[in-house]
């Protein structure tokens, strides 16, 4: 089993910037990749950028040039940079890290006050 945790959201005004992170522990054996999802109200989950083990980022149109995936290898964090919010990013954020299974945590809201 592996176990996520995240932490970092919370209210920010348009324009302002927040960073998420998500720990993974547990039965790590090889992490193929590490994304971050989200989830507005009435909306289906949507991804919003992933990061492979070899470190390619792909993201989401509509974040693109505001929002940074990065990872730590040694401590199986991945972070989510998010620059000039919008009060359309205001969602559900829940990172998502597939090793020989997918595996999600609990998630962390992120509100952005117009």
């Known amino acids: 089993q592996v176990q996520l945790v995240e932490s970092g959201g919370g209210l920010v005004q348009a324009g302002g910037s927040l960073i998420l992170s998500c720990a993974a522990s547990g039965s790590i054996f090889s992490i193929q990749s590490m994304a971050w999802y989200r989830q507005a109200p009435g909306k289906q989950r949507e991804l919003v950028a992933r990061?492979?083990?070899?470190?390619?980022?792909n993201y989401a149109d509509l974040v693109k040039g505001r929002f940074t995936i990065s990872r730590d290898n040694a401590k199986n964090t991945v972070y989510l940079q998010m620059n000039s919010l919008k009060p359309e990013d205001t969602a559900v954020y829940s990172c998502?890290?597939?090793?020989?299974?997918?595996?999600w945590g609990q998630g962390t809201q992120v509100t952005v006050s117009p």
């Open positions: 990061i492979t083990s070899g470190g390619t980022t």
């Open positions: 998502n890290v597939v090793t020989s299974a997918s595996y």
